[in-house]
């Protein structure tokens, strides 16, 4: 008796592939099981109640929500998100703690999907907090590269 492979739904299980940026500026592509957003959300935050800051059509960074209180400021995420803010006063734009993972979104359902570009972002050298800090020259500039030309404000 043979036994053929699955070919069930779940044995095809989909991916949905975005960016993790972490307070001390490391930045990693991940894999989050397209059946189960919510629960790669957590781990990937490292968090059980996640809040999803919509910075264009196209771009959502999720974050979580008790971050304020546990974590650190994330530079990185925080720049980032004020670029695709620059329609807010900078007096009213909030800084953004602990881990954040940035997806692209269906515009039509709202539901997550791949970030397109995550791969190329990973991939550049020097793509981490730097001495001199997320100014010219670090991380951030690359960043900045990346997310105009992926997803522009």
């Known amino acids: 008796m043979t036994m053929d492979k699955p070919t069930t739904e779940l044995a095809r299980r989909e991916v949905v592939t975005g960016l993790r940026i972490t307070v001390d500026g490391r930045v990693q592509k991940i894999d989050i099981p397209d059946n189960a957003i919510l629960d790669g959300l957590y781990s990937a935050i490292g968090g059980r109640c996640v809040d999803v800051v919509r910075l264009t059509d196209q771009l959502d960074m999720w974050v979580d929500d008790g971050a304020m209180f546990t974590s650190d400021i994330n530079p990185l ?3 980032l998100a004020h670029h695709f803010q620059s329609d807010i006063p900078a007096r009213y734009r909030q800084p953004y703690f602990g881990t954040a ?6 515009q039509d359902t709202g539901d997550a999907r791949s970030l397109i570009g995550a791969a190329t ?3 550049t050298p020097g793509l981490t907090r730097g001495a001199e800090g997320f100014g010219p020259g670090s991380g951030a500039k690359a960043c900045f590269y990346w997310s105009m030309a992926c997803c522009p404000p």
């Open 77 to 79: 995420a925080t720049t």
């Open 101 to 106: 993972v940035f997806l692209s979104v269906d």
């Open 121 to 123: 972002l990973t991939a």
